[in-house]
């Protein structure tokens, strides 16, 4: 979990509500991503970011957005919640030839 | 789609017996990774296998890689209680590409 803090931690929200979770990394990566992680699933890419603005889809990137406004942070937002994302929300940094890639403690996020 | 198919997904054994993890995938690769997670906690990158390797070793982890079977393991030899934790593969595949397809994990848990 070194080097990069998620935030919030915990989240309980309603149907319908926007909502943005926060990955902030002191390591300098280029590349960040958002997982999701659900039982049965393993990890998921939802959305990756190459450079400041720069971003592209991953596998399940519908009903979310992401931006990167700076190197160092890494937004993830759904825009209107839906129960289907209740989930487990990792980012991670990474990237490089080899790609090995450095994970926040997660963000545990309930749509009731 | 999870490129990478773990099995078994749930292994159980006792302190000091050897724990072997299986991960399966499908198409070419630049490298194969291993990771762990604790209990509420992120990934942890363990260890990498090139594709023009066939055996790495890392203190207790010992990982073999045959690309001509897309298969890989993971060995934890002497296994310890603090090795309880969900296991995941995760393949690069080709050269420059900057997204990891992880598998869906193996629960490992070490008896006392």
């Known amino acids: 979990d070194a080097g990069i803090t998620q935030s919030p931690r915990h989240k309980v929200t309603e149907t319908g509500t926007p909502v943005t979770l926060r990955c902030h990394q002191t390591?300098?990566?280029?590349?960040m991503y958002w997982y999701r992680q659900d039982p049965g699933h393993g990890l998921r890419l939802i959305h990756y970011?190459?450079?400041?603005?720069?971003?592209d889809k991953g596998e399940v990137s519908d009903g979310y957005s992401v931006s990167r406004s700076k190197t160092e942070d890494f937004l993830l937002t759904l825009e209107s919640a839906t129960s289907s994302q209740t989930s487990v929300y990792f980012c991670?940094?990474?990237?490089?030839?080899?790609?090995?890639?450095?994970f926040g403690a997660g963000t545990r996020l309930s749509v009731l | 789609s999870q490129q990478g198919e773990e099995d078994p997904q749930a292994l159980s054994i006792q302190e000091g017996e050897n724990a072997t993890m299986n991960c399966s995938y499908k198409?070419?690769?630049?490298?194969l990774q291993w990771y762990r997670q604790n209990s509420g906690r992120g990934l942890v990158h363990l260890i990498l296998?090139?594709?023009?390797?066939r055996e790495k070793h890392s203190g207790r982890l010992r990982v073999t890689l045959d690309t001509s079977k897309k298969s890989s393991s993971l060995l934890i030899t002497a296994s310890r209680a603090a090795d309880t934790a969900s296991y995941f593969c995760?393949?690069?595949?080709?050269?420059?590409?900057?997204?990891?397809?992880f598998g869906q994990g193996t629960r490992l848990t070490i008896n006392p």
């Open positions: 970011s190459y450079g400041v603005k720069d971003t």
């Open positions: 390591e300098n990566h280029r590349y």
């Open positions: 296998i090139r594709s023009n390797e």
């Open positions: 995760a393949t690069l595949p080709g050269e420059g590409a900057q997204k990891l397809v």
């Open positions: 198409t070419s690769i630049n490298n």
């Open positions: 991670a940094t990474g990237g490089g030839t080899q790609n090995i890639q450095y």
